[in-house]
């Protein structure tokens, strides 16, 4: 019986024949192997383990050719669908103009593109958080506890609700490891510290990312933006060195579209870690645009982290990224940016 099954299964090229075949042999009503088991009764009381054995096995040799057959057809099924596959017709067009494909986000792209000008110009990509302590916000980039920058009218200090008295609840600053109250970055100068601070000279770093500040939203400000920071200490660093990398990045950020000089100007300026410091403007729209502000970075940084100023200098810049995206795309106002109205991002 064993063999007549492997036989007639190995026979069915469709699922139908296979399917009688099972009730054939298998069939809980009427199959052979059901009528043997029948038949069974009459066998002999001392042959009746051994006879009981071998039906067993034989029982279990015709459920695996089936599942052999079973296998076999699935698998033939698959080849033939794929047979049907003609890979020499031609594909689907592909609209990037319509609206429902998916895209990266215009900032996106510019991060994007920056990181990768950046990377050819020697410098590494690193991460920060952009929830910050006291330290890394402040301290070490040489804010004393009287600047107004630490004004929280100015900063977006992180607070708890705890219940106070009367099932009211109340605000609770949420303090940092050395107990001063945590915030959200208002800039990405605090990756500075913490790449100086783990790594010894020489450093050539960019940290792009997003950075918070309760500004009134305008054509040019928001109150949630994006900034990238360079930084590249080593021996002999001058700020002739800033101009000439800035330089290159405006050039090959916005002379990928045209081969015109991009008129970039700088302003004497103030930040406490850096000096000299510099404000950058980029011509757009008919007027100036400030950009971002840069500097030699200030040598009482450089000892905080443990770097002797004497031998090494370095320089350190933060452009706001989305001014540098609406320049490079004629956007006239940030908060188009952030409305996610898809008629607008489809265009990029
Ligand atoms: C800074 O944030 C300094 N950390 C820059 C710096 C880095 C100086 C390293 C020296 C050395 P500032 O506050 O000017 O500087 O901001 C830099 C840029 O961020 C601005 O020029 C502008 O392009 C952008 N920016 C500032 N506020 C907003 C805002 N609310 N919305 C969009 N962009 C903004």
Known sequence: LAS???AAFEKATDNDALEALRVEFLGAKAGRLKAIQKGMGSVDKTDKPAAGQRFNAVKELVEQTLEAALTRLASATTTSSAEAFDATRPGKPYHRSEWRVGRL????????????????????????????????????LNIPESHPARDPLDNFYLATA??????????LAAAGPDGKPLLLRSQTSTVQIRVLEETPPPVRIVSLGRVYRPDTADATHYPMFHQIEGLCVAPGVTMADLK????????????????????????????????????CDIWHDGKWMEIGGAGMVDPNVLRAVGYDPEEVTGFAFGLGIERICMRQHGITDIRDLYTNDVRFLAQF
């Open 4 to 6: 007549d099954a492997q």
């Open 105 to 140: 986000h215009p900032i996106t792209q510019t991060i994007e593109r920056m990181k990768e000008i950046m990377g050819r110009l020697g410098f590494t990509a690193v991460e920060g958080p952009e929830v910050e302590d006291d330290h890394h916000n402040f301290v070490a």
């Open 162 to 171: 705890v219940a106070g008295q009367n099932g009211t609840a109340e605000r």
């Open 244 to 279: 000439g990398v800035l330089q290159m990045f405006w050039q090959s950020y916005f002379g990928m579209e045209s081969n015109e000089p991009i008129e970039v100007r700088f302003r004497p300026s103030f930040f406490p870690f850096t000096e000299p410091s510099v404000e």
